[in-house]
């Protein structure tokens, strides 16, 4: 999903943003980061700055805690109608990607 470096300047990424993708335009992309430039993405509006959280050897974004009563902004349905995450089942992937723990 991610590599190990950033994009800005090819230190090792600790962090990655939610970017939109180029070639497929209203959908994204995860963008590693290095710490330094994850803080100045941090200052940018709509900005999803997140630690990487390494499982099984492959980078995925952290998980965030909410309500599984919570509705999901891309198809409309709870976070409980979302699938498991596969890697970790106590996990759930939304539609934009995001892994919430219900």
């Not at 106590?90 to 219900?102: E, H, S």
Request: proline share 6%.
């Amino acid at each position: 999903m991610m590599s190990g470096s950033c994009e800005e300047c090819g230190a090792a990424a600790e962090f990655c943003d939610r970017v939109p993708c180029e070639d497929a335009p209203g959908t994204a992309r995860y963008m590693p980061l290095c710490w330094l430039h994850a803080c100045g993405r941090r200052q940018v509006k709509g900005s999803t700055v997140r630690p990487i959280l390494v499982f099984e050897g492959v980078g995925y974004l952290d998980f965030d805690r909410a309500s599984g009563l919570c509705v999901c902004p891309e198809c409309g349905r709870q976070y409980y109608d979302h699938p498991q995450f596969k890697h970790a089942t106590y996990l759930n992937q939304l539609c934009d990607g995001r892994l919430v723990k219900l």
